[in-house]
């Protein structure tokens, strides 16, 4: 998450408009030319967020990002990287 702190929005793709319809799952080969994606967009936390240790100290809007790719996928996310090193990770319980 850390890489994407820079940003000012921040945007997921969420589903792929094919012939006026809404799909989830990335379009076959042969829809794949009609698929224009469908793009939630966040605001970016504009902040370096390295040294955080504990998920509820993440500004909001990086809490607000994870926790809708969490909804999206349909699993939660346990593991939260905040840095380049391996011990900068948050886990979240």
């Known amino acids: 998450m850390d890489a994407l702190g820079y940003l000012d929005?921040?945007?997921?793709c969420v589903g792929y408009e094919i012939d006026?319809?809404?799909?989830?799952d990335f379009p076959a080969t042969v829809k794949l030319a009609k698929a224009k994606p469908v793009w939630k967009v966040f605001?970016?936390?504009k902040s370096d967020i390295r040294g955080i240790?504990?998920?509820?100290?993440?500004?909001?809007?990086?809490?607000?990002?994870?926790?809708?790719?969490?909804?999206?996928?349909?699993?939660?996310?346990?593991m939260v990287s905040n840095g380049p090193g391996r011990n900068e990770i948050i886990i979240r319980k």
């Open 20 to 24: 006026g319809k809404i799909e989830k």
């Open 53 to 78: 240790k504990n998920y509820e100290e993440l500004p909001k809007e990086c809490r607000d990002y994870i926790e809708a790719i969490e909804q999206e996928i349909g699993v939660p996310i346990t």
């Open 9 to 12: 929005e921040i945007p997921m």
């Open 43 to 45: 605001k970016g936390w």
